[in-house]
């Protein structure tokens, strides 16, 4: 980008800047809500205890949850969404599933089992009303049309927390590198000025082999992906443990089903790594071998 040297353009510029130029003075308030809120971790509380205190979802902030195919990425962020409805507004862009699987998927992990009736799933349903929002699109969408999304979600219904199902769904090329730069810089900005918390699902480079657990630098596209955003979590599936089962090996019961790897949270500062266990009837990780699945009372 050439720089101007027009000092009447620039004098221009800078009124236009001046707007965001502010006294520190006028700050004092924010910055005692932060030092009042720092001795806890802030945003929605995720539904397994043991994460307390370590990681929360924020608005204003984007997630990337990134992990590799069929590792339970989105099985798990729609058990976040389904259990914390009481406390959050969410819309779901899942342009990679048709949406009434998404949701027969999260009416049994709201149940907490499976062979839900159509009544009691009618009951589960109703009960997301003015709570849960679908985003009905089910192919790649331009990435202008995914930020005026954004847009009306947060403006108009208030959404709290956005799912975007996937990011090879967003109008991308894949080795197009510096548009997927400039569209999750605009993520960022989105959830920062919009007030909204914006969770991005990715992939992993292909390794040598699955039960290899990837770390941030194995995610693809882009570097800057996971510079700019603020939190990065892995879903990591211990295939090795299924393999060990599938060929009646003895298997560590504590040994984890599933892996949940914080493996950045710019405001937090906490990186940490959370064993989860797959309870098959109800769809949902659960936070022990023994632990029973959450349900939702109605």
Not at 57 to 77: C, D, F, P, Y
Request: net charge negative.
């Amino acid at each position: 980008m050439e720089l101007v040297n027009d000092t009447d353009f620039l004098e221009f510029l800078g009124v236009q800047e001046s707007q965001n130029i502010t006294p520190a003075v006028e700050f004092k308030e924010r910055v005692n809500a932060v030092r009042t809120n720092s001795g806890s971790m802030q945003g929605l509380k995720l539904p397994w205890k043991k994460m307390d205190n370590l990681f929360a979802l924020r608005k204003k902030e984007v997630t990337v949850w990134a992990g590799i195919n069929g590792h339970g990425k989105s099985q798990l962020l729609g058990q976040i969404c389904a259990l914390t409805l009481p406390d959050a507004r969410w819309l779901v862009a899942s342009l990679e599933m048709p949406v009434e699987l998404t949701m027969e998927r999260m009416t049994n992990q709201m149940a907490g089992f499976s062979n839900v009736t159509d009544d009691y799933s009618d009951r589960l349903i109703d009960s997301t009303d003015d709570r849960l929002w679908i985003y009905d699109q089910l192919d790649t969408v331009p990435a202008e049309r995914i930020l005026a999304m954004i847009h009306y979600a947060s403006t108009k219904l208030h959404i709290d927390h956005i799912i975007l199902d996937s990011l090879v769904k967003c109008g991308l090329g894949v080795d197009d590198y510096n548009a997927q730069k400039k569209f999750v810089d605009r993520l960022c900005w989105a959830a920062k000025s919009l007030d909204v918390g914006i969770h991005l699902v990715h992939h992993i480079r292909k390794s040598e082999r699955e039960g290899k657990v990837p770390d941030k630098f194995d995610i693809k596209g882009a570097g800057e992906i996971t510079d700019l955003v603020d939190n990065v979590v892995i879903i990591h599936r211990n295939k090795d443990k299924e393999a060990k089962i599938r060929d009646g090996k003895p298997v560590d019961r504590l040994e984890p089903d599933t892996s949940f790897i914080v493996a950045k949270q710019r405001h937090a500062g906490i990186e940490s790594k959370f064993a989860l266990y797959f309870h098959p009837d109800s769809q949902q990780f659960v936070s022990g071998p023994d632990a029973k699945p959450f349900q939702i009372v109605l």
